[in-house]
């Protein structure tokens, strides 16, 4: 069965810091691996990840993928109380996405 | 584009009632996600659909039903409710399947009491 382990599962950071959150995974055939930012709804996509050591950057936030190591991690730098949020990261392998419990992180001023 | 809409926000059921949770995208997607997640924990895909007529059970489809009977519409039917089935339910649709991006509608809140 895939699985997706995230980690750590709750960060408190303060505004300015810069924030890593890890994501491993075991899976079969492995498609591509992706981030969402869920706030107080929907999970919202941030990036999907098919390729090894290439970056993918969008402002302050970028993701980069491991594929022989099977994580990948999420950087979010000079953090704003608005990145308040649990970020999910999952995986597509056999099956459709299957998700990691998430990362709350929470940004205090 | 409304993307993807979900009827009802809320909703409360007696253990043993049954009720029909409504999904509808307007994005033309052929595939189509129906989730739950229990506080503290991810997404629990419990049904999919990879076009009209076909569905196929995800991780945790046991007390639920699904029918895709247009590209439309993806209805999760609930029979007995038991108050294990308490959580929030997404659905959510993609254009191309497994690792494309999912688009996930707003959620409904049931409880079972």
């Known amino acids: 069965e895939d699985k997706v382990v995230q980690s750590p599962l709750s960060l408190v950071v303060h505004e300015g810091d810069t924030v890593t959150l890890n994501c491993s995974y075991e899976v079969t055939n492995f498609r591509s691996l992706l981030w969402y930012k869920q706030e107080k709804k929907a999970p919202t996509f941030l990036f999907m990840l098919?390729?090894?050591?290439i970056e993918k950057k969008s402002g302050r936030l970028s993701s980069i993928l491991d594929k022989k190591e099977l994580f990948s991690i999420l950087n979010i730098t000079a953090t704003q109380t608005g990145d308040s949020a649990i970020y999910l990261c999952?995986?597509?392998?056999?099956?459709?996405?299957?998700f990691g419990k998430g990362t709350r992180l929470s940004v205090i001023a | 584009n409304a993307g993807v809409t979900q009827t009802p926000k809320f909703r409360i059921l007696k253990i043993g009632q049954s009720m029909t949770l409504q999904c509808t995208q307007d994005m033309n997607h052929n595939y189509m996600y129906w989730y739950r997640q229990d506080p503290g924990m991810g997404l629990k895909l419990i049904y999919y659909s990879v076009g009209a007529g076909i569905t196929d059970k995800g991780e945790v489809p046991n007390g639920y039903n699904v029918s895709r009977s247009t590209t439309e519409d993806f209805p999760l039917r609930l029979e007995l409710a038991a108050p294990s089935q308490t959580s929030v339910y997404f659905c959510a649709s993609s254009g191309a399947g497994e690792g494309d991006e999912q688009f996930f509608g707003p959620g409904t809140r049931l409880t079972v009491l």
């Open positions: 098919t390729s090894s050591g």
């Open positions: 999952a995986e597509s392998g056999n099956t459709p996405l299957v």
